[in-house]
């Protein structure tokens, strides 16, 4: 009994110096961590339960409803309240599914998150820790630099596309506020996300590989195949020769600069630009409508084909002005 007595108190002795001893080094963890541990909270419910295969059927998350999402909401400072002291965000100069975000921490670091609706969701790659949040995979992956981490949530199997948070944060956890944020902004798009204004005849709501008539992209490049690249642009024939692709964005107005020609197009007027590779490349540009401030819509035909000589302009620019004109009928009007 006293033998017995004596090896516990012996025991309790050794517990409450393990327990000093991490007490410790957790004091000189959280010192050298910038506070990043008690200013990203985890997210309820993130990264949590078996990872889901197979077809991705959530209506909030499906390319129609993406591509009329405004990023900068899934970015906004209530979005980064938790993790210091947030900017307003910044809407990409050129991209419809594109923002960009930063804040300060406590102490004093600065972190920065870029959103992608749209984004490439590859998940065979090394390196890459998958989970799940609110239903949907989430893919994540470190930066070599350490300072850098990729969190994208799928939400297209076929292609894999989806939302990527890219942060950067130079004295903290770059993985766990990419989580947080992302757990955050799946939680928006499944109740009131903020949206593009629907007004006539804009291209944020249109689908990029149904905007040209199939039996003219067959005789431009026969055999062809539709992809999404982003939800607002499509390749004909991805990753084959030859190639058509057609794109939306927002930027300044084309003009007659950087070796683009100004043509007529069935009333348009359209910029081309000749490719100066090896391939057969000619590129078509035209204002849709406006946007906002000098911004305009824009619309891109792009023809690739490296069967072709690089100099024969006519014929890689009169398939891509055929392509043009079929986008150009089926466009909603603004």
């Known amino acids: 009994?006293?033998?017995?007595?004596?090896?516990?108190?012996?025991?309790?002795?050794?517990?409450?110096?393990?327990?000093?001893?991490?007490?410790?080094?957790?004091?000189?963890?959280?010192?050298?961590?910038?506070?990043?541990?008690?200013?990203?909270?985890?997210?309820?419910?993130?990264?949590?339960?078996?990872?889901?295969?197979?077809?991705?059927?959530?209506?909030?998350?499906?390319p129609a409803?993406?591509?009329?999402?405004?990023?900068?909401?899934l970015v906004s400072k209530e979005v980064l309240s938790s993790l210091?002291?947030?900017?307003?965000?910044?809407?990409?100069l050129s991209s419809f599914g594109t923002c960009r975000a930063k804040a300060v921490d406590a102490g004093g670091k600065e972190l920065s998150v870029r959103v992608e609706i749209g984004a490439s969701t590859y998940l065979s790659s090394n390196g890459v820790t998958v989970s799940t949040v609110d239903g949907?995979?989430?893919?994540?992956?470190?930066?070599?630099?350490?300072?850098?981490?990729?969190?994208?949530?799928m939400t297209l199997?076929?292609?894999?596309?989806?939302?990527?948070?890219?942060?950067?944060?130079?004295?903290?956890?770059?993985c766990a506020t990419g989580r947080a944020v992302a757990a955050k902004a799946v939680k928006i798009l499944h109740t009131s996300p903020?949206?593009?204004?629907?007004?006539?005849?804009?291209?944020?709501?249109?689908?990029?590989?149904?905007?040209a008539d199939s039996a003219v992209l067959n005789e431009v490049v026969p055999h062809g195949a539709a992809e999404?690249?982003?939800?607002?642009?499509?390749?004909?024939t991805p990753g084959s020769n030859p190639r058509v692709s057609i794109g939306f964005r927002h930027a300044l107005p084309p003009a007659e600069r950087d070796g683009n020609k100004k043509i007529d197009v069935d009333g348009v007027?359209?910029?081309?630009?000749?490719?100066?590779?090896?391939?057969?490349?000619?590129?078509?540009?035209?204002?849709?409508?406006p946007w906002s401030g000098d911004d305009v819509e824009i619309v891109s035909v792009n023809y690739r084909n490296y069967d072709e000589k690089s100099k024969d302009e006519a014929v890689s620019c009169g398939k891509a002005v055929k392509v043009a004109k079929s986008v150009i009928s089926k466009l909603p009007k603004p």
Not at 65 to 73: A, H
């Open 1 to 62: 009994m006293l033998f017995n007595a004596r090896r516990r108190r012996i025991a309790s002795v050794l517990a409450l110096v393990a327990a000093l001893g991490a007490v410790s080094a957790c004091g000189q963890n959280l010192a050298k961590s910038n506070f990043a541990r008690t200013t990203v909270a985890a997210e309820p419910g993130s990264g949590n339960g078996s990872v889901p295969d197979g077809d991705i059927n959530d209506p909030a998350v499906t």
């Open 65 to 73: 409803v993406l591509r009329t999402i405004e990023p900068c909401g």
């Open 84 to 92: 210091g002291t947030p900017e307003e965000p910044t809407s990409n």
């Open 136 to 153: 949907l995979p989430q893919i994540e992956r470190k930066g070599k630099d350490g300072k850098s981490c990729e969190v994208a949530i």
């Open 157 to 174: 199997r076929k292609p894999e596309r989806g939302i990527s948070f890219s942060v950067t944060y130079d004295g903290g956890d770059s």
């Open 194 to 211: 903020a949206k593009y204004p629907a007004v006539a005849g804009t291209l944020t709501a249109v689908d990029p590989c149904t905007a």
């Open 228 to 236: 999404l690249t982003t939800f607002h642009s499509c390749d004909w």
């Open 269 to 289: 007027a359209v910029y081309q630009k000749v490719g100066t590779g090896n391939a057969a490349e000619c590129k078509l540009e035209w204002q849709h409508k």
